[in-house]
């Protein structure tokens, strides 16, 4: 039997985004069991950036898929409650942690210096580092997925990010490989940002929220059949490719 949280997860209506994705994903779920490439994707609000070539597209599939549902639940509690943007991020993680094992998490306060233009790359990769040190290889990752944003072959990321309530809210996911234990990490920071442009920060705080999570692959096989039933085709209206 599911548990209650569960139960409301896989009962959720999915909230769609405008944003249409311009391949359907079947390319990870017609070879989920077959070794990469997997590629940099908008997942719902969060753009997630893979940074290991031994992840398979079932691995990467049930990142995606779990990642989606954590995030319908806390826009749903989001959407009907009116909370607070911290409410979603406990929402998020809380769900979150049906399929993941939470091994740190960190908030940090961080402000803007008047109504300029931010380098994002540069702000996620300083925060991220704030939490925990990166590979020179995983600066690359982040540099290259996030500017790509800019590129006209990507929509444009203020129609990606959609705030819906007073403040904004996206993500930025690494993930990776471990060849030691054979697990999937998952380490993701959570913006909540001053309505506005995207790439645009004021000098009002933003609050970052970094989780370092550990595919449950146990607990995933047996919630596997129901979330990809329930997510269905609206995957291909939440999931984006990026082309770096």
Same mark, same amino acid.
């Given at each position: 039997?599911?548990?209650? &949280?569960?139960?409301?997860?896989?009962?959720?209506?999915?909230? +769609?985004?405008? &944003?249409?994705?311009? !391949? +359907?994903?079947?390319?990870?779920? #017609?070879?989920?069991?077959?070794?990469?490439?997997?590629?940099?994707?908008?997942?719902?609000?969060?753009?997630?950036?893979?940074?290991? +070539?031994?992840?398979?597209?079932?691995?990467?599939?049930?990142?995606?898929?779990?990642?989606?549902?954590?995030?319908?639940?806390?826009?749903?509690?989001?959407?009907?409650?009116? +909370?607070?943007?911290?409410?979603? /991020?406990?929402?998020?993680?809380?769900?979150?942690?049906?399929?993941?094992?939470?091994?740190?998490?960190?908030?940090?306060?961080? #402000?803007?210096?008047?109504a300029t233009t931010a380098?994002?790359?540069?702000?996620?990769?300083?925060?991220?580092? !704030?939490?925990?040190?990166?590979?020179?290889? =995983?600066?690359?990752? %982040?540099?290259?997925?996030?500017?790509?944003?800019?590129?006209?072959?990507?929509?444009?990321?203020?129609?990606?990010? %959609?705030?819906?309530?007073?403040?904004? %809210?996206?993500?930025?996911?690494? &993930?990776?490989?471990?060849?030691?234990?054979?697990?999937?990490?998952?380490? &993701?920071?959570?913006? /909540?940002?001053?309505?506005?442009?995207f790439f645009s920060w004021?000098?009002s705080s933003n609050v970052?929220?970094?989780?370092?999570?550990?595919?449950?692959?146990?607990?995933?096989?047996?919630?596997?059949?129901?979330?990809?039933?329930?997510?269905?085709?609206?995957?291909? =209206?939440?999931? !984006? =490719? %990026? /082309?770096?």
């Open positions: 039997m599911l548990s209650p &949280v569960a139960a409301f997860v896989l009962g959720l209506t999915v909230v +769609t985004s405008p &944003v249409r994705s311009q !391949k +359907t994903n079947q390319f990870l779920r #017609s070879a989920e069991r077959e070794p990469g490439p997997v590629v940099p994707l908008v997942v719902g609000r969060c753009i997630l950036v893979p940074i290991s +070539t031994d992840i398979t597209r079932r691995q990467y599939q049930d990142v995606v898929d779990s990642t989606l549902l954590a995030q319908l639940a806390a826009d749903k509690q989001l959407l009907d409650n009116k +909370t607070a943007a911290s409410e979603w /991020h406990n929402v998020y993680i809380r769900t979150a942690n049906l399929y993941w094992v939470t091994f740190r998490s960190v908030s940090i306060s961080t #402000s803007g210096q008047g380098n994002l790359a540069e702000l996620v990769i300083e925060n991220m580092e !704030k939490s925990e040190a990166l590979a020179r290889a =995983e600066v690359t990752s %982040i540099e290259e997925t996030l500017t790509a944003l800019r590129q006209p072959s990507n929509a444009s990321p203020n129609s990606m990010f %959609i705030a819906r309530s007073e403040q904004g %809210i996206f993500q930025v996911a690494l &993930v990776s490989y471990s060849n030691d234990d054979g697990q999937i990490l998952l380490r &993701v920071g959570t913006y /909540h940002y001053s309505p506005g442009l004021t000098s970052f929220e970094y989780d370092k999570l550990v595919l449950n692959e146990g607990i995933v096989k047996k919630l596997r059949a129901a979330a990809t039933e329930e997510l269905g085709n609206k995957v291909n =209206e939440l999931v !984006k =490719e %990026i /082309h770096v």
